[in-house]
């Protein structure tokens, strides 16, 4: 109970400290937002919390006395919290951007710009945001924090943790990608395995208050991302383009990046009515482009989903307020093949020499299309945001191996070298397993301890399968009802995984 009164005092006390700055409240019933919930929504009424500037104040004052220093927190004057407070910082924001050169000759186009977020500590835009969040939960005094299900929001929250001396705790699907994880292991991170978007919720909501979640709603969080339109605004020196391209996952970094447009527009440094807000989605997984009254696509199953995962979200929170956000700027969303996907993560690295992870790469894979259909005109001014590096998502399907390599030749050789890898005991255990049975993740836990005396945790044997999988030598082969009537994943052996352990078992002769 002490803690409760202590997370009121201290938010209390901060809101009255900046009273004279900003104000917070609901959008959900338009009241002052005293608490906030786990899940960075308002506790009245779960609605999302918005943060106002007292932006009246600043129209008279000349634009060099706004911003101060360098990154995110050069921006403080339009951000919740001032660089005096000692920020938990890594040195994130400050990032490129390019003119593009190659890539804008290939696409026809003179007026591209590629703004690089690669280039962030964790190698993701989503730093921006959690600095801000993080120095937040460390002024009120919290020492534990949370946050569930983006592999990105995960590793950086991590990260920040383990640079403020707090412990993390990241709740994580099976299927997250193993770089990422790497990362949150590399940075301390207590794992936990959840099965779904509201499994992790109510994790985070039980775990009280004594715990500060951090999600792509928190306020602090939000406001944090807005930088990134900011800081592209100053570095065209207040000129606005025609149109910015983002990839929607939750769609927090769209609305935010127009949030910022709008909130500079008032203050008098730009003219944001000729900002296209334009989103891109992945084919299957795109509710923002359905919503806005695109051709309905055929759903598909969140385990079928192997690229760009980071936006393979099937109920955004934010879809009406990113849905308001691409409408009021006159903009659109698109959705995009994994194919196209693909491509657009070799092209945008050969061309230009950025990385992208598959997620971020998609802008320039829905540029290509919006070219294609005449809804982009080759003329226009265009940003396209690239979020995060390739490096947290490196395309591993055989389909893509030989796009990269360029040859089937060179590629047959490459994966060769999979399938010959020496993966362990208990990569060879579950793959003798598979062998001789399909089996579901459980199971297959229950066999490398009885069979194997191999005694690990589920979590850790699904992310072995996950690396299997990546390497092509296991699949998902069958979904089946189980005795309690629910559904679960049934694992088999590729032909490359009945290869690889005929070749091991010619080794051991």
Avoid at 18 to 40: E, F, N, P, T, V
Avoid at 69 to 93: A, F, I, K, M, Q
Avoid at 283 to 298: D, F, H, N, R, S
Avoid at 365 to 378: I, S
């Amino acid at each position: 109970m002490a803690s409760i009164y202590r997370f009121k005092a201290l938010l209390n006390l901060y809101i009255m400290k900046r009273r004279q700055k900003m104000r917070i409240s609901c959008s959900g019933c338009g009241k002052k937002a005293k608490k906030i919930d786990q899940l960075g929504l308002c506790s009245e009424c779960g609605g999302m919390i918005t943060v106002h500037y007292d932006l009246e104040r600043m129209r008279d004052k000349p634009k060099e006395s706004f911003f101060h220093g360098t990154g995110v927190w050069r921006y403080c004057s339009l951000l919740p919290l001032s660089s005096t407070d000692s920020p938990v910082s890594l040195g994130e924001g400050g990032t490129s951007l390019l003119r593009s050169q190659r890539l804008g000759e290939i696409l026809g186009m003179s007026k591209l710009h590629l703004k690089n977020e690669t280039t962030n500590p964790t190698g993701s835009f989503v730093d921006r945001g959690t600095t801000i969040e993080m120095t937040h939960a460390r002024d009120l005094g919290y020492r534990s924090i949370a946050c569930a299900l983006s592999g990105n929001l995960s590793a950086s929250v991590a990260a920040y943790a383990a640079r403020a001396g707090m412990s993390s705790e990241a709740l994580l699907l099976p299927s997250i990608d193993l770089a990422k994880l790497y990362q949150i292991v590399a940075y301390g991170a207590k794992i936990s395995q959840v099965k779904n978007q509201t499994e992790a919720e109510r994790k985070l909501i039980a775990m009280g208050e004594e715990v500060h979640c951090i999600t792509s709603q928190s306020p602090f969080f939000l406001e944090g991302i807005k930088t990134t339109g900011i800081e592209m605004l100053e570095q065209m020196n207040w000129h606005p383009p025609d149109r910015i391209i983002v990839s929607i996952g939750s769609g927090a970094h769209l609305m935010m990046i127009w949030k910022a447009m709008k909130e500079l527009e008032e203050i008098g440094l730009i003219n944001a009515s000729r900002v296209k807000m334009t989103g891109v989605q992945m084919t299957g997984c795109a509710p923002i482009v359905e919503a806005l009254g695109k051709k309905k696509q055929a759903s598909r199953d969140e385990n079928s989903v192997h690229l760009a995962r980071e936006i393979a979200i099937h109920h955004p929170h934010m879809t009406e307020r990113v849905i308001e956000a691409i409408k009021d700027s006159g903009g659109t969303a698109i959705a995009v093949e994994e194919r196209e996907i693909i491509d657009a993560v070799q092209l945008l690295a050969r061309a230009e020499g950025i990385f992208a992870e598959p997620a971020a790469a998609a802008t320039i894979a829905g540029l290509k299309n919006l070219l294609e259909e005449r809804t982009v005109e080759r003329n226009e001014r265009v940003i396209c945001v690239i979020t995060g590096t390739g490096l947290k998502e490196p395309v591993t399907s055989a389909r893509a191996l030989r796009r990269f390599a360029g040859s089937r030749k060179t590629a047959i050789k490459m994966e060769k070298r999979i399938e010959m890898l020496d993966l362990g005991e208990t990569k060879e255990s579950i793959l003798h397993l598979l062998k001789a049975k399909d089996d579901y993740g459980y199971g297959i836990w229950k066999g490398l301890k009885q069979e194997e005396n191999i005694q690990i945790s589920v979590v850790s044997v699904y992310q072995h399968i996950s690396e299997l999988e990546a390497a092509d030598l296991v699949r998902k082969d069958r979904i089946e009802s189980s005795p309690k009537r629910r559904n679960r994943v049934l694992y088999s052996l590729t032909p490359r995984g009945k290869r690889y352990l005929a070749s091991r078992t010619d080794i051991e002769k």
